[in-house]
């Protein structure tokens, strides 16, 4: 066995705690440790001998990590916190802010390139496996139309760009298809459908004492690209009620792309996720590029990278030779 | 616009003919040539100014041809054919027998890599996108079990290795999912389901005149590989028969993981397609893997692939930061 490839966490929330488990299901890597910007002696890792650095200390762990995982959020963490790394380490986030993806991995490259590291930006399932699919499926069928439906379930970066607003103490978002959008989309008619007809927003809030609640659904309901597109009903409820009711956070949902090849033949490509716990899959899938960003950065292949540059085989702890004896 | 990548095609029966199809769908490309074993004068192709070459003369298309789109048999004519045209052209296969796969893989390598050309092997839905699925939904899910299913539909190979046997005059072969299998993969539980277990065979076959029908029977069900994991039925029908009943060709199934992280939450990840026409699909398949084909051939980077080895970015005609602002 060659030896394993070395994994940090910048965080040590949901998505992060999915990291260490997901890292104890694969015999190749470990985690050695975990950047907090909370007072390191008050964070218990699970696993033992793991590390823990003060955010403002994180540069001392360059050269004792393979590849650090930022499991911050989209909204105010990545912008700053996946350049700043890219230049010390090799990175993998899940910056889930499509409109601003292409600052963000200008960003990130300028810095990987120049530290002769390797990041891979907005890895998860959307953006991550669900960008792939609609990626294969129109290179595939390029006449044809693609849908993304999501959930019911609770979306994390929603979540937490509502409890970012003043005055707002905790908050869960669910994100809801609208039944009769997706049978329109699997029916092959090809149907233009807008972002509101698809999907509606339901969002459970627990305000501060004294907050201003009009105000705060009103920050919601206009917050761009999260919500201002969207029917979304908002809900005030105590916290007791929060945890009780809506302390889950599974997810799921599907890409389907409709497609037409020679005099009229009509195809269907379909690919879905059910997930009890979304920041656990989440993880799953940072997981797993982290071992292709390893491997690039072997081959001196380095800057930001998305998973459309990513060869499959990467992503596998299995050989070349195994994969196409196994799999293909 | 820079020049068009050019295609050719050898051989021109339903995949060749899907291939012209998809090659007209993606303005990227042309095609340009045909090679047939066929007198050339006999094969009336159906897009403009495309010349018909025999196959002894395919070596004077060298040069001619960016990527030759094999559409041969994985029986008997592949294994010929891929390394002798990987030798001369940059090639895509469908190979699909694969349990041989690794020996077809070896041979194509040796001969692109001398040629210093680029050879995707195995490329179309199932080996194809279908061991995309296994593959990325195994590194996702560590823990987990994965299922493929296919049909009610035609295979082209299993049908193809029936009209091989001698006494066959046509035939055509459904494969048929088990019902009781496909809902327990779906359930979590990560039954052990074997080949016989999950799939029925069932076999419509013209014998010629005077042929021995229970020799026929008894060489189907018997051939390795093809049947003989198999509960298969045979029919023998009429020419007419086959015509009216058994003419199209639709095809589809699914890639199921199971897996679970953390304490027990659980996960499916599932792929599926439905399509009318099976070759027209892997046809479509095979023109995105020659963009990906010429891609690597004019960075230099030869020798035998598989779909496991090509980034998904190189099968689409969008360039990377269209990519990652329309699709990520």
Redesign the interface.
Known sequence: MTEKIKIGIVGYGNVAR?VE??VA??PDMELCAVVTRRDPASVKVRTPGVKVVAAADAATLAGAVDVMILCGGSATDLPEMGPQHAALFNTIDSFDT?AR??EY?AAVDKAAAAGRHTSII?VGWD?G?F??????A??????GAHYTFWGRGVSQGHSDAIRRIPGVKNAIQYTIPVESAMQAARSGSQPELSTREKHTRECFVVAEDGADQAQIERTIREMPNYFSDYDTTVHFVSEDELKRDHSKMPHGGFVIRSGR??EG?????????????NP??T???LV?YA?AAYRLSQKGDHGAK????????L??PKS??Q???E??
Do not use: K, M, W
């Open positions: 999915g488990c997901a299901q694969n499509h993806i292409p991995f907005s953006p496996t960008s792939l699919n609609r990626l294969f129109e290179s595939i069928l390029p006449d090849t020679g033949n009509h195809h269907v490509i379909e690919y879905s996720l059910s997930l009890d716990s656990e899959f993880a799953s899938v797993c071992r998305t998973v459309f540059d990513i060869a499959p085989a992503l596998s070349a030779e994969l196409r004896r799999l293909l």
